[in-house]
């Protein structure tokens, strides 16, 4: 079929970790499994049986006892091997040779590896400090750190003491810390004295000091040398009688690690905030584990001999994703500071130089650099790549035909889906399946995930919710400070009892694949009709003029009329042809509904912390609401160009 951009060689399909799983299951399982397809419908039918062969084929460190799943009818309420004791730093660690585990590299071309058996006593080391400062099992240690290996290192050693770890990347702001860290009172804080970005070195001590103030539970403060050699400790006013210094935290001591149960706390991430104070989502150890260790075998075809790259920070919970691949004894490679400093070719000469094989990335990354000079394929050396991971938001059709054509023809291009909400995927790559454009590959093994209609229908090759209706391990074990789990149900079931909701408007194609049209709570419904705001980016930012473009429905004459923002180009006006050419893509790419009624351009356009757009805030803005809480964007100073426009009166 000409929707065919890749398919992998019988040798690719023959070496796969998916190839191999799929024969231990015949074998142990006695089946006859052929293909993905078969392999996936028996991993929902029969999940004690999938998730105990997964658990046998990572070969996960554990304590095996009671049942695999209890309570299989309760959504929520299922209990994954309720019985099992683990820790997850352990199954981390369980390579301890001179291979490198940690390859840091940032803007500023600096350059450090630490092996797994150097990560291994950092970990142990750390450990001791933590449990020397009273941190045992359920307390929260945090950290506010660049991308670095103190990073990675501070979180296993929280993890081997059975503590639940909780980050902000640096550029979040003082109220954005205390929104997140306020609420779960963390004992233990882990911070750099600063950070790069974009050529600029910027301070951390200081927005520190004024949040310690604020954050009473807090009795150690660690502090990582990272932008100097001796940080001004000072500049923390009265919380640096409670600080130490990296290297001075913790003693030398052999690898502690506290076994858990499987549900044990491990890990608290916070949704975005745009509508109120985040919500603090707690994950369990094991189930992390699991999930992680599943996608990164199976879906990914990780292994030891690969260097896996993804651009993210420690606020998005595609660190925690990478950080879980220590556990493949694949090499992480870690990147601080602009994704386009000093020019758009950056991670690219990173990739050549390091041999990455796997490249993780986000669609708008990708967007942006196909509206540079820069192409890879012609600048630099992609030989080690196989595997190019894309999120965030949907990659548009035209951003796999980009990654195919300007940076590599035979790798496997895997846009994935899934979320903070699980801290792993719905829908994800598959190594021996061909990649078709516009399509994530498959819907992930184990993951019982459908598209449902308005009447909670479950349909195919129809655009509908995404929807989850069986339990799965990575399902949150609580929010925190929810004790009745009130807030907890709200957010997924609410809108179909006993159905996990995710909010996401997709749809099944013909092939099994899926196709993300965008967040449903930002569908556009002009006349009735339900619009996925991803297919209007589709075509607008394939012309070259648009830098990027958000669409939102405003309320007008009884209905919904469809508003589009473009960011341009610099030297570029929004002239009436402009306008015409923008209308005509739309209405030949997709239908004469998505048309906007207007079209406006603004200097930005507002993210969140983690760089999604955001719909709801812009969408608030021009009907004269309230956004509820300006400290979960990035830039919420872009936010003035969509207040009282003219163009929107009439």
Same mark, same amino acid.
């Given at each position: 079929?000409?929707?065919?951009?890749?398919? =992998?060689s019988?040798?690719?399909? !023959?070496?796969?970790?998916?190839?191999?799983?799929?024969?231990?299951?015949?074998?142990?399982?006695?089946?006859?499994?052929?293909?993905?397809?078969?392999?996936? !419908?028996? @991993?929902?039918?029969?999940?004690?049986?999938f998730?105990t062969?997964?658990a046998?084929?990572?070969?996960?460190?554990?304590?095996?006892?009671?049942?695999?799943?209890?309570?299989?009818?309760?959504?929520?309420?299922?209990?994954?091997?309720?019985?099992?004791?683990?820790?997850?730093?352990?199954?981390?660690?369980?390579?301890?040779d001179?291979?490198?585990?940690?390859?840091?590299?940032?803007?500023? @071309?600096?350059r450090?590896?630490?092996?797994?058996?150097?990560?291994?006593e950092?970990?142990?080391r750390?450990?001791? +400090?933590?449990?020397?400062?009273g941190?045992?099992?359920?307390?929260?240690?945090?950290?506010?750190?660049?991308?670095?290996?103190?990073?990675?290192?501070a979180?296993l050693a929280?993890?081997?003491v059975?503590?639940? #770890?909780?980050?902000?990347?640096?550029?979040?702001?003082?109220?954005?810390?205390l929104?997140r /860290?306020?609420?779960?009172?963390?004992?233990?804080?882990?911070?750099?004295?600063?950070?790069?970005?974009?050529?600029?070195?910027?301070?951390s001590?200081?927005?520190?000091?004024?949040a310690?103030?604020?954050?009473p539970?807090?009795e %150690?403060?660690?502090v990582?040398?990272?932008?100097?050699?001796t940080p001004p400790?000072?500049?923390?006013g009265?919380?640096?009688?409670?600080?130490?210094?990296w290297?001075?935290?913790?003693?030398?001591?052999?690898?502690?690690?506290?076994?858990?149960?499987?549900?044990?706390?491990l890990?608290?991430?916070?949704?975005?905030?745009?509508?109120?104070?985040?919500?603090?989502?707690?994950?369990?150890?094991?189930?992390?584990?699991l999930?992680h260790?599943?996608e990164?075998?199976?879906h990914?075809?990780?292994? $030891?001999?690969d260097?896996?790259?993804?651009?993210?920070?420690?606020g #998005?919970?595609?660190?925690? #994703?990478?950080?879980?691949?220590?556990?493949?004894?694949?090499a992480?490679?870690?990147?601080?500071?602009?994704?386009?400093?000093?020019?758009? +070719?950056? *991670?690219?000469?990173?990739?050549?130089?390091?041999?990455?094989?796997? /490249?993780?990335t986000?669609?708008?990354?990708?967007?942006?650099?196909?509206?540079?000079?820069?192409?890879?394929?012609?600048?630099?050396n992609?030989?080690?790549?196989?595997?190019?991971?894309?999120?965030?938001s949907?990659?548009?059709p035209? $951003?796999?035909?980009y990654?195919?054509?300007?940076?590599k023809?035979?790798?496997?291009?895997?846009?994935?889906?899934?979320?903070?909400?699980?801290?792993?995927?719905?829908?994800?790559?598959?190594?021996?399946?061909?990649?078709?454009?516009?399509?994530?590959?498959c819907?992930?093994?184990?993951?019982?995930?459908?598209?449902?209609?308005?009447?909670? %229908?479950s349909?195919?090759?129809?655009? +509908?919710?995404?929807?989850?209706t069986a339990?799965?391990?990575?399902m949150?074990?609580?929010?925190?400070?929810?004790?009745?789990? @009130?807030?907890?149900?709200?957010?997924?079931?609410? %809108?179909?009892?006993?159905? #996990?909701?995710?909010?996401?408007?997709?749809?099944?194609?013909?092939?099994?694949?899926?196709?993300?049209?965008g967040?449903?709570?930002?569908?556009?419904?002009p006349?009735?009709?339900?619009?996925?705001?991803?297919?209007?980016?589709?075509?607008?930012?394939?012309?070259?003029?648009?830098?990027?473009?958000?669409?939102? $429905?405003?309320?007008?004459?009884?209905?919904?009329?469809?508003?589009?923002?473009?960011?341009?180009?610099?030297g570029?006006?929004?002239d009436?042809?402009?306008?015409? %050419?923008?209308r005509?893509?739309?209405?030949?790419?997709?239908s004469?509904?998505h048309?906007?009624?207007k079209?406006? !351009?603004?200097?930005?356009?507002?993210?969140?912390? @983690?760089?999604? *757009?955001?719909?709801?805030?812009?969408?608030?803005?021009?009907?004269?609401? =309230?956004?509820?809480?300006?400290?979960?964007?990035?830039?919420?100073?872009?936010?003035?160009?969509?207040?009282?426009?003219?163009?929107?009166?009439?």
């Open positions: 079929m000409n929707d065919v951009l890749w398919r =992998p019988a040798e690719r399909v !023959a070496g796969a970790n998916l190839t191999r799983f799929l024969q231990c299951v015949n074998t142990r399982q006695e089946k006859a499994l052929r293909g993905y397809e078969e392999l996936h !419908a028996w @991993s929902i039918e029969r999940p004690e049986e998730w062969e997964l046998r084929f990572a070969d996960v460190r554990a304590e095996w006892t009671g049942p695999v799943l209890e309570h299989p009818e309760r959504m929520p309420g299922a209990r994954f091997f309720p019985g099992a004791r683990l820790n997850f730093a352990q199954n981390l660690l369980r390579h301890r001179e291979r490198p585990a940690l390859i840091f590299r940032n803007e500023r @071309s600096a450090r590896v630490l092996s797994f058996r150097l990560v291994a950092e970990v142990a750390v450990g001791a +400090g933590l449990r020397a400062a941190v045992a099992a359920g307390d929260r240690v945090a950290g506010y750190l660049p991308n670095l290996p103190e990073s990675v290192i979180m929280a993890a081997s059975g503590a639940i #770890w909780s980050s902000c990347s640096p550029d979040f702001g003082v109220r954005g810390v929104d /860290f306020g609420q779960i009172a963390p004992k233990v804080l882990f911070t750099a004295d600063g950070y790069f970005y974009a050529g600029k070195t910027l301070d001590l200081e927005p520190m000091a004024e310690l103030a604020q954050l539970s807090i %150690r403060v660690v990582v040398p990272y932008v100097s050699d400790l000072e500049r923390l009265a919380a640096a009688a409670r600080t130490v210094l290297n001075d935290f913790g003693s030398r001591r052999p690898p502690q690690f506290a076994p858990m149960p499987f549900n044990h706390p890990y608290i991430l916070y949704s975005s905030g745009t509508t109120g104070v985040p919500k603090c989502i707690v994950h369990g150890a094991g189930g992390t584990l999930q260790q599943k990164h075998l199976l990914t075809d990780v292994g $030891g001999g260097r896996l790259f993804y651009f993210t920070t420690c #998005w919970m595609m660190w925690n #994703w990478l950080v879980s691949a220590l556990a493949t004894g694949a992480l490679v870690l990147y601080d500071g602009s994704p386009f400093h000093p020019d758009p +070719g950056a *991670l690219w000469r990173m990739a050549q130089e390091e041999g990455i094989t796997i /490249f993780g986000s669609a708008k990354y990708l967007s942006a650099l196909e509206k540079s000079e820069f192409v890879p394929a012609r600048a630099v992609l030989g080690a790549l196989r595997t190019v991971l894309s999120t965030g949907p990659l548009l035209d $951003g796999f035909d990654v195919y054509r300007a940076i023809s035979d790798l496997l291009l895997a846009s994935i889906s899934g979320g903070t909400d699980i801290v792993s995927c719905f829908a994800l790559g598959c190594p021996i399946r061909p990649v078709r454009r516009g399509e994530l590959q819907r992930g093994l184990g993951m019982r995930v459908e598209v449902f209609d308005e009447a909670g %229908r349909v195919r090759c129809e655009r +509908g919710e995404l929807v989850c339990p799965f391990p990575s949150p074990v609580a929010f925190w400070n929810d004790p009745d789990g @009130s807030k907890y149900r709200a957010a997924y079931f609410e %809108r179909f009892p006993g159905v #996990w909701h995710h909010g996401d408007y997709a749809e099944i194609t013909a092939s099994d694949g899926v196709v993300i049209h967040r449903s709570d930002a569908v556009l419904n006349g009735g009709v339900r619009i996925g705001t991803a297919e209007i980016y589709s075509a607008v930012e394939s012309l070259p003029e648009i830098l990027e473009a958000l669409a939102v $429905g405003q309320d007008w004459d009884h209905d919904v009329r469809v508003v589009l923002f473009v960011r341009l180009k610099p570029v006006s929004l009436e042809g402009l306008q015409q %050419r923008i005509s893509a739309i209405r030949a790419q997709t004469p509904r048309v906007p009624a079209i406006v !351009a603004v200097p930005d356009i507002p993210r969140t912390l @983690s760089g999604k *757009l955001t719909e709801l805030a812009v969408r608030n803005v021009i009907h004269g609401r =309230p956004v509820k809480n300006l400290d979960a964007l990035a830039n919420p100073e872009a936010l003035e160009h969509f207040l009282d426009l003219p163009a929107l009166r009439t």
